[in-house]
């Protein structure tokens, strides 16, 4: 009985997810729904093996898409093409990492995080009575937190703010949150968590609901480099 009551509400959490993009999908929506909608990512990280995971999935999506998109004009090429270095070294690294842990591999964890640390620059400004990190790549910035999934006791934080970081978007139109633009990224998200607890996508654990919007819900688009991120 408690496992199906834990079942069902894993269950309810990603429905949730599922409403959010059908709200984005179908309705007149006027300003972005709130991206702490994505919290519930922290409950569902039930231990680091989870968070791990996650980090490594999303961020296999942000590295096909650094590796499929333009170079942004603030860098330049060799700059551009380290840090598609960096990235697909980082991943390895943490895919490793998932298998089979070694001290040696967190080391290497560590080394990345301190490499991207040096390469987002010190931009710091004061913004609203708080300082706030004005980073060089989102993309280096999204490795920046999977990495962290895997390095203390704090994985589900670093995994809510990978989400976060992933699915979150802005336009002068809506403001910035969970906007039309989002559903692709906010069902990645959904359709991990739904693998992870049920062994199952989406479209079977929720076919009625899949089956009814698949054709409101936009096909899954590039992401752009986002600098000047919050670190």
Not at 54 to 69: I, R
Request: contains cysteine; hydrophobic residues 35%; glycine residues 4%.
């Amino acid at each position: 009985m408690k496992q199906k009551k834990q079942s069902a509400a894993i269950a309810a959490k990603i429905k949730k997810w599922l409403d959010s993009a059908k709200q984005l999908s179908t309705e007149k929506v006027i300003f972005a729904l709130p991206i702490t909608r994505l919290t519930s990512v922290k409950s569902l990280c039930e231990d680091g093996i989870a968070a791990q995971q996650f980090a490594v999935y999303l961020f296999k999506k942000v590295h096909q898409q650094m590796h499929g998109s333009d170079r942004p004009d603030h860098f330049s090429p060799e700059e551009w093409e380290s840090h598609r270095e960096l990235a697909t070294a980082a991943l390895a690294q943490m895919e490793s990492e998932v298998e089979t842990p070694t001290q040696e591999g967190k080391q290497s964890i560590l080394s990345f995080l301190r490499q991207i640390d040096r390469l987002q620059g010190d931009d710091y400004r004061n913004v609203h009575w708080a300082t706030v990190h004005f980073v060089r790549s989102g993309y280096l910035l999204k490795l920046d937190y999977a990495l962290r999934c895997f390095t203390g006791q704090d994985f589900s934080h670093w995994a809510y703010k990978l989400a976060r970081e992933y699915v979150e978007c802005y336009t002068p139109r809506y403001g910035s949150g969970l906007i039309p633009e989002s559903v692709p990224m906010l069902l990645d998200v959904a359709e991990f968590w739904c693998q992870y607890y049920f062994d199952q996508s989406l479209s079977e654990k929720f076919p009625k609901w899949m089956s009814t919007h698949d054709s409101d819900i936009s096909p899954h688009s590039d992401l752009q480099d986002q600098s000047n991120s919050e670190s």
